[in-house]
């Protein structure tokens, strides 16, 4: 006898999966030293376009000099997370990522540093690496936070032969849900940089581990 297929847990609305700490420390550790060169710019901006409660924004703030919550810029499609992110003293835009813009408006101001936990449906995340990577200045540095079932794919593969990513895999699969789910399949941060050529591979090791999930089939 068949054992009875699991129900699929309903999606959140407007996919809203927000991303827990740990992923965003491994990642943060391994690359701060990058984003402080970036960030050394008196006109240098971070930019989150999916920001959700903004705990990308606190993480890269407590570790990163010159990630200052004055030189953020966020933006998402829930209207009640902008609200809560401007409580915070965030100055956050309420509207589609697709068609956020990098002009700023204000002199020397600049997108340096983009980085993101999109949602992942619809091929989102990477129409919104090919918005961010085509504006007329483009971020020095943009992270996504993606399964890494992205790489998959022949249409991806061209994507990807185009705009090569640096990917940094997380060990551990990565609950959004807030009660120790995952899915199946692991998480990594893709990297895009202006003029980069190669695609590489990086392993996040150090010590900010999840605690240890029920894996289906394991």
């Given amino acids: ?13 407007l996919d809203a ?8 420390l491994r990642f943060v550790l391994a690359v701060h030293e990058e984003l402080e060169l970036l960030l050394r ?28 919550r004055k030189n953020w810029v966020a933006n998402d499609i829930n209207f009640r997370a902008v609200a809560r992110l ?24 600049h997108i340096a540093v983009a980085i993101t936990n999109p949602k992942y449906l619809a091929n989102f995340p990477l129409k919104l690496a090919r918005h ?19 790489l998959e794919t022949p249409a991806r593969a061209k994507f990807f032969r ?13 609950s959004y849900t807030g009660d120790g789910q ?9 990297v895009f940089r202006p003029g980069q050529t190669d695609s590489r591979l990086f ?10 999930l029920p894996l289906d089939g394991e």
Wanted: charged share 20%.
């Fill in 203 to 212: 392993w996040l090791t150090d010590d900010h581990v999840q605690p240890g």
């Fill in 1 to 13: 006898m068949t054992a009875a297929a699991k129900p699929k847990r309903p999606r959140a609305e």
């Fill in 41 to 68: 710019d008196p006109a240098a901006r971070l930019l989150e376009p999916c920001a959700g409660d903004g705990a990308i924004i606190r993480v890269v703030e407590s570790l990163v000099a010159g990630a200052d």
């Fill in 132 to 150: 961010l990577m085509t504006q007329p200045r483009p971020p020095a540095f943009f992270a996504m936070l993606c399964r890494i079932t992205l």
């Fill in 182 to 190: 995952s899915d199946n399949a692991g998480a990594a941060w893709f």
């Fill in 162 to 174: 185009e705009f090569p990513p640096h990917v940094y895999v997380l060990p551990e699969r990565v």
């Fill in 86 to 109: 401007r409580e915070q003293g965030i100055y956050t835009a309420h509207g589609d990522a697709l068609a956020f813009k990098l002009d700023l408006g204000v002199h020397d101001a």
């Fill in 17 to 24: 999966y927000y991303t827990p700490d740990w992923p965003i």
